[in-house]
């Protein structure tokens, strides 16, 4: 077996020893969802971790397919995500449009559940959605209907912050000066509508930046927006936090964070906050982590690799043209 090779497995022992022990909180915090990865199916069987020569692998093991709440699970679900939101910012590339991040955060009145926030930050984004003065200066920049929308979720000594991150799908490519004008009349809206509702809309917590129109920026995007992947294979999500995060993001923790934490290292206190968030996430018909506008990204798809096959054709033909034009010289 080569040295590689070796490193490989135990490197793959190591993450499925953190996963197996991370399941087990979730089996234990969740008392009568039996079908949790890292449980056999069978009663009284646990699922143990073997290695053979090439791989290491479980015995035993049930997949719960339980996506927002089993550490195993949701990595697939992550990966694809950071596929899809790859894919729309390489198809918007080619077709010249701009998109845009959206960071928007909320303080939340004391002594709230999760479930509360939660519900007041979609009713004060759904409000937003209906100003008038929002509804005109998305307009002008020449916003696409819908939105690609993250929720995150971290706790910390105020308990949850909930907050979202948006992706502004534009018809055409902005200026500087037209995407500030954006950003001034969504954080004056959100300030007053979150008023409204009880809460407070700290305008350095509300962030609009152009995503850049690199791959690069692209890509760095896509892992910050899933950036739950990392939390739940490495503890850290390794993004470049003073770009991305919310304000209200330091010194807090994700639930994969927390759970890793009482599996790692005994944390008791976060117990009761994963309780918490187990409860609220395992209904995704009201709380929803994740939400794509489709229709838009399947035509936005079409129509760019419509493109790109023109191009290449564009570029064949033009190479065969200097091809005949050398022979005939």
Request: proline share 3%; net charge positive.
């Amino acid at each position: 077996m080569s040295l590689a090779q070796v490193l490989w497995i135990a490197a793959r022992t190591k993450l499925l020893q953190r996963l197996l022990a991370m399941s087990a909180v979730m089996l234990r915090l969740r008392p009568g969802h039996s079908k949790t990865c890292g449980v056999a199916p069978q009663p009284g069987r646990q699922v143990s971790l073997d290695r053979d020569d090439i791989r290491a692998f479980y015995s035993g093991r049930a997949r719960c397919n339980a996506y927002n709440l089993c550490p195993r699970c949701c990595r697939g679900k992550l990966r694809a995500l950071r596929r899809e939101i790859t894919t729309l910012f390489k198809d918007c590339l080619t077709l010249k449009r701009d998109t845009m991040m959206v960071s928007l955060s909320l303080g939340f009145p004391p002594n709230t559940s999760l479930a509360t926030r939660w519900d007041l930050l979609q009713a004060v984004l759904e409000s937003l959605s209906d100003d008038k003065s929002v509804r005109n200066a998305r307009k002008a920049v020449g916003k696409e209907r819908g939105y690609l929308k993250v929720t995150h979720l971290l706790h910390g000594d105020l308990g949850w912050h909930a907050h979202v991150h948006l992706i502004y799908i534009l018809n055409r490519t902005i200026t500087d000066e037209e995407a500030a004008r954006l950003e001034t009349a969504e954080s004056l809206a959100w300030q007053r509508l979150a008023k409204s509702k009880g809460c407070i809309g700290y305008p350095p917590a509300q962030r609009h930046r152009l995503v850049d129109r690199t791959e690069k920026d692209a890509a760095a995007t896509a892992r910050y927006l899933t950036k739950a992947l990392e939390e739940i294979e490495f503890g850290d999500a390794h993004v470049e936090k003073d770009r991305f995060a919310c304000a209200a993001d330091r010194g807090n923790r994700s639930a994969w964070q927390l759970i890793a934490s009482a599996a790692l290292a005994g944390d008791v206190a976060a117990e009761a906050p994963i309780r918490e968030w187990s409860a609220v996430v395992s209904n995704p018909r009201t709380h929803n982590m994740f939400l794509r506008p489709t229709t838009l990204m399947e035509r936005l798809h079409a129509a760019a690799s419509a493109e790109r096959n023109s191009r290449r054709r564009a570029l064949r033909i033009a190479k065969e043209f200097d091809h005949n034009e050398g022979m005939a010289a």
